[in-house]
């Protein structure tokens, strides 16, 4: 017997997500474009100053089992709530002083990253239609990709005007932005409230609920994560779209100026169309899905992703394509990724363990792109051999993210 729960779109809290994913990636990457300057003033050489940029990665892997667990008993109104405040702090700390404050700030905005990146899935999970998940998650997949792309084009700008401190601090506009949406869609008391996560059939997350003769919802048992094949399968498939993504973004550059012949400053503005096309896999993946169906979908974001560093092997003069299709995919792929996670997330706990698995294998090997691809460049003096790792991860995202759409989209999904 079951008793369907319906409800309106929640507009308001869509808008709160969208705000928060400005969030979640902008503040990290503001980062890169200014490293120079941050170096210079502080003396850091050139391993010290990669770590700003590599910090934040290495907190997602390390902090994503606590956070998962503060979630749990905080409630993830409570926690989406300490995770904007958090990034604030972290955000104001980087910039208050020399090279401790500027560390200290920054691992403070990557442990609370953290948090908002294993709890938006489960909030998704909660209060967003079934038909609609994936149009809210590429949406929230978007506003990182957006973030990213403005903080990368504006924060040089802010640095000439207001020193590189002052343009890192301008981005916490995007926090008060965030912040202010949150309590608009979720209300001030919510927001605040401590409370462990509900099962979906409290919360109205699922379409139809079991219920007893007496018309008592019954709860799901909580099914299994680290043992399930469909939730390992995802994992991998994250892990190689992070150590894809990170890998191209860190040395991208570098390639376009010893391959293509590109200045440093051009060589940076040109790489920008990787994260300038990933919004248009993050918007037109779930459209793509309601059509053809997840796994087919998958398919063809896996394709776009093996392009990438194919075509950079194999013809490195055409790079403005294989960026424009890798940068598709890269959108496309994290946006399929967490659409699978909640596609085979049976209550609100499930969910919140199954993102918090699937992102900490994810980030904990994507955080060694940048390091492993440059050893190799550095060991081979060549540009193959690398990319060519960067291939390989992009297969191992194709296989295993095919296997789990196909498991998580079938009638086996545990």
Known sequence: MTRSVRSGFPWLLVTGIVAIGFILRGPIVAVAPITPEISGDLALNAAQA?????????????????????????????????????????????SAGGAEATFTGTIIMGAFITIGNVVIPVIIRRDVPTARVGIVTGAYTSAMNVSSMITSLGTVPLSAAFGWRGALLAWTGFVVIAAVFWLVAVGPRAAVRWGPLKPAVETGAVDTVAVDTRGIPIAPPEPRTWRNLSAVLLALAFAGQAFSYYGLTAWFPSILQQEVGYSAAAAGTSSSIFQIAAVVGALGVPLLAQRLGIPRTFIGVAVLWVTFPLGLMLAPDAWLAWGFLGGVAQGGGITIVFMLVVQLSL???????????????GYALGATAPALVGAVHDATGAWTLPIAVVLGATLVFAVAGLLGALRATGPRRR
Do not use: D, E, K, W
């Not at 706990?349 to 918090?356: I, K």
């Open 50 to 94: 990669g770590l700003l940029t590599s910090l934040p990665v290495l907190c997602f892997a390390l902090v994503t089992p606590f956070a998962s667990v503060f979630i749990g008993r905080a409630g993830a109104n409570l926690a989406t709530t300490v995770a904007i405040l958090g990034v604030g702090i972290g955000s104001i700390v980087r």
């Open 347 to 361: 209550t609100g706990t499930h969910a919140r363990r199954l993102s918090a698995m699937v992102q900490g294998v």
